[in-house]
């Protein structure tokens, strides 16, 4: 499957409100972040705080251009946490955190523009 990432691009085939429950977005906080110069495009690690329904997971964000680890600290990001774990490299990322792209394709974080509770589900 091929993400466009292309602002022009056409919408992607029409789906069923089923089938977009099926994908649980969640709301979590970046507990820690590191560098993972091993990845083939700027990454980041990250452990994400879910609250006690799904607990704390681990993703791998190509997020290095944007963002210095010191500052994801504490700040809610949005992150699919129904998708099978996926080895990246030497990393297991755990959800697949969300972002958009922007004019030079780089990624920026998808976040509520105030806080809610972490676990919280994108409906």
Known sequence: MH?????AAPP??????DDFLKVDIR???????????????????????FGPGIGEKKS???IAVLYAPEDLIGRQVAAVVN??????????SEVLTVGFADE???VVLFAPD??????SRLF
């Open 60 to 62: 791998s964000a190509q």
């Open 114 to 119: 105030r806080a809610v509770p972490n676990g």
């Open 3 to 7: 993400l466009d990432h292309d602002p």
């Open 83 to 92: 998708f099978p774990p996926r080895q990246i490299g030497k990393v297991m």
């Open 27 to 49: 709301i979590g906080t970046i507990i820690a972040a590191e560098p993972y110069p091993e990845a083939r495009k700027p990454s980041l690690k990250l452990r994400i705080d």
């Open 104 to 106: 030079a394709g780089q």
């Open 12 to 17: 992607a085939d029409t789906i069923g409100f």
